[in-house]
Nanobody, 130 residues
Framework: VRLAESGGGLVQAGGSLRLTCAAS????????IGWFRQAPGKEREGISCVSSSDELKHVEESVKGRFTISSDNAKNTVYLQMNSLKPEDTAVYYC????????????????????????WGQGTQVTVSS
């Protein structure tokens, strides 16, 4: 299984980036994909996820209204569109995968905080300058 993030970089505050998570070696139809980030000196934070069947697309309150998650199952790819970026968004962003729970039982926050995410990418750096 391989997850490869791309699309990070340096951007000014107010700018946008689109992160891509390309998955290979797993059944995309059975796995949820999550986006996490970790800033220096801080704990890892789950920020967005999509279930295997796309019936659940979730972004945490901390980024709601600015970040959007989408997926292209035909390409085994998940995107994180990040708009109106702020310096506090600076972090290494990771995508992760885990077997998706049965639909309708859990919300996105449960996915991000309670599920054990089995597979992780190497991360991509996002730096937002003020």
């Amino acid at each position: 299984v391989r997850l490869a993030e791309s699309g990070g970089g340096l951007v000014q505050a107010g700018g946008s980036l689109r992160l891509t998570c390309a998955a290979s070696g797993l059944d995309f139809d059975d796995h949820a994909i999550g986006w996490f980030r970790q800033a220096p000196g801080k704990e890892r934070e789950g920020i967005s996820c999509v279930s295997s069947s796309d019936e659940l697309k979730h972004v945490e309150e901390s980024v709601k209204g600015r970040f959007t998650i989408s997926s292209d199952n035909a390409k085994n790819t998940v995107y994180l569109q990040m708009n109106s970026l702020k310096p506090e968004d600076t972090a290494v962003y990771y995508c992760a995968a885990t077997r998706s729970p049965l639909p309708g039982y859990y919300n996105g926050t449960y996915y991000l905080r309670k599920l054990t995410w089995e597979y992780w990418g190497q991360g991509t750096q996002v730096t937002v300058s003020s």
